[in-house]
């Protein structure tokens, strides 16, 4: 199996002394989704932005074989796709449009390339003919899809998702959900969402305080009701309580 | 939220919004410098400018209230700068009051010219309301640029433009929160409380500046600003430019 993600003893500290992510040590293949699950400030943000070298910790990274390293910035940007958790702050300009083809353009391709990239994208995300809006009236729902149709205009190997469904209602949730799914490349997921990343990853690992605490199948790490308490993922017994007093 | 935008009915169609924005822009420049430089009395000029400035906005179809009520906003800074000079001015006494403990003047001179400022103030923000309401801010833009402005000043209007109403609803949603814990207080506490939300906005902006710039160079940002489509000039600019010079430089030599 070829390994997309290769990452040995990461560590990184903020600029205020605090350290971020501890001895990080994750290989990642191609014939699996990642989910990166753990409580608020476990370091979730910090490691996706690692993987296209927006952050760099003390160790070098290795993105489908190629280290993430000043001079691949380029090439590992365009492959790993990065999409944030506040679409305000990843569509920054006047139309939807120009959001999408502002990785195009920076590419360099040619105008005609651009505009089949732009209407491709935004057909994968289900948004054509959103091209001349304003993302400011866009919906939630709205805006995270847009959102990931500007890193899909990249044709990215890897899609890293930073809480895709927060904020959003359980429909829209669903049919992001949906459309997450059929895009055909590997996805690298953060989320405190549990249904989510049922639905979309294989493998999960547990993040807390900047350490990897569990690392193993969707399925068997969801499932471990007390492995998921230990880590504030999952409500104690005699809160649950709470539920039944109604 | 919705807010009503800058360039709310830049997409009607009429033959106004069909020019390039860039014969737009300087049709609008050349306007407001004839406008400024035509002498104080010139009234019959004056009128001209009226006329012309009255019909582009006609064949704009733009509302005439919304292009009333708009062009009254410049006034309160025109009479704050204005307002003092018939006081000042020399000239024949048209009135003389006592106020308090002084005695103040107007002269003729001076109303004149806080008149012919009102005026030529109220022809510049006309000519302005159909530039901005008939051009869609992205392609005022991308003219301006086509004509040479630095593209950092660009990008500054194109992202002020992108996130004033993202900064409005921040500050709204803080009002909001503010009001539902407020209970009285003196003045004092209130402007201190304004004081700290204006701060947190600050910051806040700040960090989603840093959070955007990082989402730039996800895409591939780098040192230099591209861009993709330019703007053509079609036939209609060039009547338009011609139509539009000749009015303003006969206005200049017949009335001068």
Redesign the interface.
């Known amino acids: 199996m070829d390994k997309i993600v290769d990452i040995e003893n990461l560590s990184f500290f903020y600029p205020d002394g605090h350290q971020g992510l501890k001895d990080i040590n994750l290989v990642v293949y191609s014939a699996e989704n990642l989910a990166v699950i753990g409580p608020n400030g476990a370091g979730k943000s910090t490691l996706l ?1 690692h993987l ?1 070298g ?1 952050l760099r910790g003390n160790n070098t990274i290795k993105v489908f074989g190629l280290p993430v390293e000043e001079e691949n910035l ?1 090439e590992t ?2 492959k790993v ?2 999409v ?1 958790q ?1 679409p ?8 939807v449009f ?1 959001d999408v ?3 195009p ?4 391709y040619s ?1 005609l390339q ?1 505009k089949q990239r732009v209407a491709q994208a935004l057909k994968l995300v289900g948004m054509d003919g959103y091209e001349q809006r ?4 866009l919906s939630v729902g709205e805006k995270k899809r847009i959102a990931i149709a ?2 899909l205009s ?1 044709n990215p190997e890897l899609l890293v998702l930073d809480e895709p469904s927060s904020n959003l209602d359980p429909r829209s949730k669903w049919s992001l959900i949906e459309v997450v799914k059929r895009l055909p490349m590997n996805k690298i997921i953060a989320a405190h969402d549990l249904e989510l990343i049922r639905a979309l990853c294989q493998r999960t690992i547990i993040l807390d305080g900047g350490i990897i605490v569990a690392d193993g199948s969707t399925t068997n790490i969801l499932n471990d009701v007390t492995l998921l308490r230990a880590h504030g993922l999952a409500p104690e017994e005699k809160l649950l309580k709470l539920q039944a007093d109604i | 939220m919705k807010h009503s935008f800058i360039d709310k009915y830049s997409d009607l169609d009429s033959l106004i919004h069909r020019l390039d924005p860039r014969t737009k822009f300087i049709a609008s420049l050349v306007f407001i410098i004839s406008v400024v430089l035509t002498p104080t009395s010139n009234w019959r000029a004056f009128a001209l400018h009226l006329c012309l400035v009255t019909s582009l906005l006609i064949i704009a179809k733009l509302p005439p209230f919304y292009v009333l009520k708009r062009s009254l906003v410049i006034f309160p800074f025109v009479l704050l700068v204005a307002v003092f000079i018939p006081f000042l001015k020399p000239g024949e006494i048209a009135g003389s009051y006592n106020i308090w403990l002084w005695q103040v003047s107007v002269t003729y001179a001076g109303l004149l010219i806080l008149a012919n400022v009102a005026v030529k103030a109220w022809l510049c923000i006309f000519s302005l309301i159909l530039l901005s309401a008939t051009t869609k801010l992205v392609d005022l833009l991308k003219g301006l640029k086509q004509l040479g402005i630095p593209k950092v000043i660009i990008l500054i209007l194109s992202f002020m433009y992108r996130y004033i109403f993202v900064l409005v609803d921040e500050a709204m949603r803080m009002r909001q929160a503010r009001d539902s814990r407020s209970f009285g207080g003196g003045r004092l506490r209130q402007l201190k409380t304004l004081g700290n939300m204006i701060g947190t906005l600050f910051i806040r902006s700040y960090e989603r500046g840093e959070s955007i710039y990082a989402a730039m160079l996800c895409r591939g940002f780098g040192d230099e600003i591209r861009s993709l489509r330019q703007l053509g000039f079609k036939r209609i600019d060039a009547s338009f430019g011609v139509a539009f010079g000749l009015v303003i430089i006969s206005s200049a030599i017949i009335f001068w």
């Open positions: 932005l296209n927006i380029k940007r365009r796709g990065l944030f506040d305000d702050d990843q569509l920054f300009s006047p139309t120009d083809a502002f990785g353009i920076n590419m360099g105008e651009v304003s993302p400011h009236h500007t890193v990249l």
